[in-house]
């Protein structure tokens, strides 16, 4: 068990941007000593490192200790699978300096899609293939080491036409649709006013890449239709960026700073149908969220759903946090769609979701940013806070999530 026997006590980011001037290496350099300096630890103490190894993280521990300093790592491990990592990371950091293994564990996710390839591109090269210019990505590796490792897993989806996670998740909320009785317009109005509400949130954020674009569910439904019945907003930004945490010790947490986050659970879950880059061979496309799994992570944390003060959800789509509500038992099974339009998801709602404005207006770095919003919202530094907040749940829909309280 690692209830309350680690905490997070240091977060740092960058600026998110669409292109920015900075190679990956250097955003993570800037994020790590940020989230160090949060900390109040020196660089030199950090003694273990955990890389969120999501497509493209090019940034190694290796370059990380040259780069900042480090004399030596006593521990460092990865986690991968995209998404699937998101509670993972906590889970490895949090057990490392639990048992002893390493005292101040620095974990990081940095991002250059400008450099190395939009993960939302469909053709040839493949979701996240190549540069700018169709060349290699960032970090010299030949496309078909990075982009397809498994090359034959794809023949069954993309001579079809399924080539992208946008494309993917359309299917899943056409099926949600199908197997519920939900209209078009069911759907259109539930998935828009996820994207509005987050939003809304990213318009009083002044780190989100949306921060002065608003949205209507006029603008919405406007927009043009990537993937039906998946539109322009319901997909996630692509951008540059990164962001770390530092976990220690409670004890040692509670020395730093008068307000350490405590990590109560964290789980981390795979299923037999998880193929590469997000494209799934078969299974059932309804079930994201192994349900043993959410219910391994309330009784680990020794809290239910009703205590739950705030949701970050991963959310590379708008359908994502839609069935997260389900998936986590906060809403029944077919009903996150009424409960979204009637008693909603933003301030004031029974449970704020995505206070930052999440990847669909804030930024998306594998769900790293919303570790970090769920930080501010307990410590209450939240641009968007919620009040009192004491416990939050970050989590994805496929099983990795962390219950984190101050």
């Given amino acids: ?215 209507s569910l006029d603008d919405y439904r406007a927009a043009r239709v990537i993937s039906e019945p998946l539109r322009l907003f319901d997909l996630c930004l692509e951008n540059d960026g990164a962001c770390a945490f530092v976990v220690t010790t409670a004890d040692r947490a509670r020395a730093l700073r008068p307000d350490p986050v405590y990590v109560l659970s964290a789980t981390q879950t795979i299923s037999p149908y998880r193929e590469p880059m997000g494209i799934y061979a078969g299974g059932e496309l309804l079930e994201l969220f192994p349900p043993a799994a959410a219910d391994r992570l309330f009784a680990q944390a020794g809290v239910g759903r009703a205590d739950i003060d705030v949701a970050e959800f991963y959310d590379a789509t708008s359908y994502m946090p839609l069935r997260s509500l389900e998936s986590y038992g906060f809403v029944p099974d077919g009903r996150a769609w009424r409960y979204v339009t009637e008693q909603g998801t933003g301030p004031g709602s029974p449970l704020p979701v995505n206070t930052h404005g999440g990847h669909l207006s804030e930024a998306y770095l594998h769900g790293m940013n919303g570790i970090l919003e769920a930080v501010r919202q307990l410590r209450g530094t939240a641009a968007n806070q919620v009040p009192d907040a004491e416990v939050a749940l970050v989590g994805a829909p496929a099983g990795s999530a962390t219950i984190l309280a101050r």
């Fill in 1 to 215: 068990m690692i209830r309350r026997a680690a905490a997070i006590v240091g977060i740092g980011q960058t600026a998110y941007g669409k292109a920015l001037p900075s190679s990956a290496w250097e955003l993570a350099l800037e994020a790590v000593l940020a989230a160090c300096a949060d900390a109040g630890v020196d660089v030199a103490e950090v003694d273990g490192m955990c890389r969120f190894t999501a497509p493209f993280e090019t940034v190694t521990e290796a370059q990380l200790v040259r780069g900042l300093g480090i004399r030596e790592l006593s521990w460092f491990t990865q986690a991968a699978h995209g998404g699937e990592a998101l509670g993972a990371v906590v889970l490895h950091a949090a057990a490392a300096v639990s048992a002893g293994l390493a005292s101040t564990v620095v974990v990081y996710r940095a991002l250059s899609q400008s450099r190395g390839g939009r993960f939302g591109r469909a053709d040839g090269r493949g979701p996240g293939g190549g540069g700018p210019d169709g060349g290699q990505p960032e970090g010299g590796q030949p496309e078909g080491d990075i982009v397809v490792p498994e090359q034959d897993n794809l023949s069954f989806a993309w001579p079809f036409g399924l080539m992208s996670p946008g494309q993917l998740f359309a299917l899943w909320a056409r099926r949600y649709a199908a197997v519920h009785g939900l209209s078009d317009e069911d759907l259109t109005v539930a998935l828009g006013t996820i994207a509005v509400t987050q939003r809304r949130y990213a318009n009083g954020n002044p780190d989100a890449m949306m921060r002065s674009r608003t949205m």
